[in-house]
């Protein structure tokens, strides 16, 4: 018997979206199809509509303000959305409103209001949202989550956690939409809602009340006078004097996907894609430190750089029978530019386990193939044909209430940064319910310590 094939529409057409387009009509395509696209900038959607015929697929183009119209005459079963963080809400609850479930990018969306009014959509309408959170299909990230689950280090008591963003990918963010946080809700939502995510399913827990700090202070005008000597800026990289000697440079000329996707699509939006790294308009922070408390009763000191030398992460576990370090160290990337996003570097990548009271030792890590560390592909096998998929008994899936908690950690750091108070997180977005996540080991539960 045929399989009946899952319609899609596609809302936002950037960098990002094209693995969602990719995946349907190549592995996928037994059981899904495109059938609509969307894009506020022509320039892109010809370029989407050109990339699917190539492929042997068709699927009409629309303009935003023809997305009631999209839906109607495509009638797709689920609308992807890729859109700018900040209007991921509209098209979120647009969708569920016309009877379409919604697979989302991270961040679900940017403050607690558009927050809330997600989670009453979902409510009224009863249709499905699943909010791609790819770090948790990661092989290693599942593996520190099988072996928490095993108990090998008892009850996880606290947490300190320290994420870095290089100075390639890291910078990216200063020079797209990213850099003001109307559109992003700044790093504490934009990427940190992937480490948010990835500690409230590695805990089986969520976040109770969180205190932040943050400033701006390599990102500044300030250290491209002093520290790289380029005074004579211009406000984006391609028509910049001082191109040829600045080390952030992004030549979107000399990248043959850049070029199309965003040099010769902003005359139609005026959206530059190379803006200075260093400018004056920039609001978003780029050191941030936060403690989260969970409901759990765990206790977690993050920090998320954004200028480092390297880019990846140091993440320890202390629990009641000894301690678990993992380090993950990533490849260099920049959004779009074809290169495999968050590729791990397999000499940067480890596991030490210290139990209590013996010797410590290192753990064979996990690895697998393809973006976001083996991520990429695990999720779109669940995403697009979970039927064939072994039951998980990680539930790595994520609905509205994961992509509620991972946001409003992040939503309740901007605030405490700017209030200089803890922040409730039950006081931002009402009753949201707690995400689906397996049993985690306590004491009590498990036999007792040999020594």
């Known amino acids: 018997m045929a399989i009946q094939k899952k319609r899609y529409a596609q809302v936002g057409l950037g960098g990002r979206s094209g693995m969602y387009r990719d995946a349907i009509t190549g592995k996928f395509a037994h059981t899904s199809e495109i059938v609509g696209l969307c894009d506020l900038n022509p320039g892109r959607l010809e370029l989407a509509g050109a990339e699917l015929a190539q492929k042997g697929a068709d699927a009409p183009g629309y303009l935003p303000a023809d997305f009631d119209r999209m839906v109607e005459e495509t009638r797709p079963d689920g609308i992807i959305v890729t859109v700018k963080d900040s209007h991921h809400d509209h098209y979120i609850r647009r969708a569920m409103e016309l009877g379409c479930d919604v697979i989302t990018e991270k961040p679900m969306t ?77 790093l504490l939502v934009h990427k940190a809602t992937h480490h948010f995510d990835l500690v409230n399913w590695w805990l089986s827990s969520v976040p109770r009340r969180v205190f932040a700090s943050g400033h701006r202070r390599f990102y500044t005008p300030h250290v491209a006078d002093n520290v790289y000597g380029l005074e004579d800026r211009s406000d984006r990289c391609h028509t910049c004097p001082e191109a040829s000697r600045c080390p952030f440079q992004l030549d979107l000329a000399g990248n043959d996907r850049l070029r199309e996707l965003y040099l010769e699509c902003e005359h139609h939006d005026g959206y530059y894609r190379d803006r200075c790294v260093f400018s004056e308009t920039i609001d978003i922070e780029d050191s941030m430190n936060v403690a989260v408390d969970y409901e759990s009763g765990v206790k977690m000191s993050y920090s998320l750089n954004s200028f480092s030398p390297w880019e990846g992460y ?138």
């Open 110 to 186: 940017t403050d607690a209001d558009r927050c809330r009014k997600i989670l009453e959509t979902k409510k009224k309408t009863g249709q499905k949202i699943t909010v791609t959170f790819n770090y948790r299909y990661s092989p290693p990230r599942t593996q520190i989550k099988e072996l928490l689950m095993s108990g090998i280090i008892g009850e996880v008591l606290s947490i300190d956690f320290h994420w870095v963003l290089d100075t390639r990918h890291g910078a990216d963010y200063y020079r797209r939409w990213h850099r003001n946080k109307e559109n992003s809700g700044g």
């Open 314 to 451: 140091i993440c320890s576990f202390n629990g009641s029978r000894g301690r678990l370090e993992h380090k993950c160290q990533e490849t260099a990337y920049i959004n779009a530019d074809g290169s495999v996003p968050g590729a791990l570097e397999k000499e940067g990548t480890w596991i030490h386990i210290y139990p209590h009271w013996k010797p410590a030792y290192e753990v064979d890590v996990w690895t697998g193939e393809g973006g976001h560390g083996g991520a990429d592909p695990v999720m779109l096998d669940y995403i697009f044909d979970p039927g064939a998929q072994p039951d998980d008994k990680y539930m790595r899936a994520a609905d509205e209430r994961a992509g509620a908690f991972s946001i409003l950690t992040g939503v309740a750091g901007n605030i405490s940064i700017e209030t200089g108070r803890p922040v409730a997180i039950q006081n931002l977005a009402g009753t949201i319910g707690m995400p689906d996540y397996p049993d985690m080991p306590c004491e009590g539960k498990l036999p007792p310590l040999e020594t």
